[in-house]
Each structure stands twice: as C-alpha cells, then as structure tokens.
C-alpha cells in the first residue's frame, strides 16, 4: 500500500513537473495573435475569433516547444544557477531529459495535426520555431541580435493571426508590435543584469544596464510613436486609447523601477493589479470603439 502510495506521489510530481516544462505562465504572450482580430473587428465573428483561438493554442504548444528545447541544451548552466537549479524541471530532477524528449514529440505531432486545420499558421510557427532554435544554440549569445530575435517572435504572432483569418495587417501594427517587444526584451535583459549580474546568461556580459536603459527608452518611444501615427492615420477612433499605452508604459517601467519586476513580462503583468487593468481597459477600448455599426 505504502509502495503504491510512493509510486502515485512520483507519477502526479512527474506530471506537475512536465506541465511546469512547458511553462503555461508564458502563453500570456500569445495573445499577441489576437490583435488583426482586434484591429480588423472581426470578434464580432464566432467563425474568426474560433481562427484566432486554434492559433493561439497552436502557438502555445510551439512556444512550448521551444521552451523544452531550450531546457534540455541549457540543463546543465540552469544546474548552476542559483534559482533556476529549483524552479526548473529539468534543472531539478523533477523531470527527466527522456521524459522531456517523449513530451516534445507529442507537441510536434499535435502541430503536425494542426497543419491540416491551418496550415498557413502553420507556416509562419514553422519560421518562428526555426528562429528559436537559431536563437538557443547560436543568437541568444550574440548581444542585440538577443535581443531582436525575441522581439521578432512577437511580430510572428501578430503575423499568424493574420494569416489564421486571411486579412491584412498594417506596416504600422508590424513596427509598433516590434518597437514594443523590443521594450519588452530590453527591459528583461536589464533586470536580468540588475538582479543577477553577469551571471545569469553569458551575453550579459557584453551589455550594461546604461546602455540596456537606452535600447528600452528608444524603444518604448517608437511603440508610442509608431501605434499614435497608425491610430491618427488609419484607425482615428482609437484615439481614446492612446492614453491607455502611454499609462501602460509609465506603469511597466514603475514596476521594472520601483518594484524590481519586469525579468518576466508575463510576471510583471500577472501580479500588477495597475497594469493587468491598463491591459484589460485598452482591450475593451479598442473592442468597443472598433465595434462595427452592422454586425
């Protein structure tokens, strides 16, 4: 009895640990495919946003993907770690690199599958899987390239959304999402070097929190920028947000700032009651000024 009770103890820890592998948390990040259903008003649709939905699971199970990928090359750095020794699977012991491998076969075959469903989206999570693979064994090494390589996940996203409802999507969503993403990762690599130093990552080694703090205010001021021209220039009537994205940025770097947040966007924006309400009003802003007079 007391066996079977070990073994069941094991099996839900095994379990806890695979789902922990692929980082669920992070897929806050793939709402990013929403917004050509957003800024097309096509969420009046059931048919589009049911589009939009299966790529953003889709996406999640890719950017799953790439996170084992990225676990089993990094184990034995994470090993040395001082905090991704206990928070990571692999790094742990909580999983084993076998069981990580049969999981990551299971998400190829799923995103095999969706191909007969979407296999435009497809397409464009095939480029952005390569793309994090040059990133995990060659571009997370090379310093801004780092950097750039994550915004560009980003921009696919936005990209698969628009091909999961076959609609355009504007020069100026594609720049301010980068310029954005930019931010984001700028900021991260920041507290990163903030928090830990050197330490963490070897291309920290080759940036500074001066110049980091550049990159981030350059970056934040092209997404303010760039989405005001595509708002004054394409979608006037979400002027009433702009206010909301220069909130959202004060707020965001208040946190990086003051709180000590921002190493994990996802994070930031979980536990910032402030900046998880920002979201949501702008979300239900552009929802309602984009809500077409005939749907």
């Not at 379990?15 to 096509?42: C, D, H």
Request: glycine fraction near 4%.
């Amino acid at each position: 009895m007391g066996h079977t009770a070990v073994t069941t103890k094991s099996a839900v820890q095994q379990v806890r640990g695979l789902i922990t592998l692929m980082r669920p948390r992070q897929w806050v990040k793939n709402a990013f495919v929403y917004a050509p259903l957003i800024f097309t008003s096509e969420f009046v649709h059931a048919a589009s946003v049911w589009k939009a939905t299966f790529a953003v699971l889709l996406f999640c199970i890719a950017s799953s993907a790439t996170y084992i990928i990225n676990d089993i090359q990094d184990v034995e750095h994470d090993r040395r770690h001082a905090k991704k020794k206990f928070t990571r699977p692999l790094a742990s012991g909580a999983v084993t690199v076998p069981a990580a491998l049969v999981l990551l076969g299971f998400l190829y075959l799923a995103l095999i599958a969706g191909w007969f469903v979407a296999p435009q989206v497809i397409m464009v999570i095939a480029a952005y899987m390569a793309l994090n693979v040059a990133y995990t064994f060659v571009l997370k090494h090379q310093p801004v390239l780092d950097i750039f390589t994550i915004a560009l996940g980003f921009v696919l996203r936005v990209y698969a959304g628009a091909k999961a409802l076959d609609v355009p999507v504007s020069a100026w969503m594609f720049v301010t999402t980068l310029c954005l993403s930019l931010y984001l990762a700028a900021v991260k690599r920041r507290q990163e070097l903030h928090q830990a130093g050197t330490e963490g990552r070897a291309v920290l080694q080759r940036y500074s929190v001066a110049l980091v703090d550049r990159y981030a205010q350059i970056a934040a001021i092209g997404a303010l920028l760039f989405y005001s021209m595509f708002v004054l220039a394409a979608k006037p009537q979400l002027v009433i947000t702009i206010p909301l994205v220069l909130f959202g940025l004060f707020r965001y770097w208040y946190v990086v700032d003051q709180l000590d947040g921002g190493e994990s966007p996802t994070d930031a924006l979980l536990t910032d009651v402030q900046l998880l309400l920002t979201v949501v009003l702008w979300i239900a802003a552009c929802m309602w000024a984009l809500w077409p007079t005939t749907a």
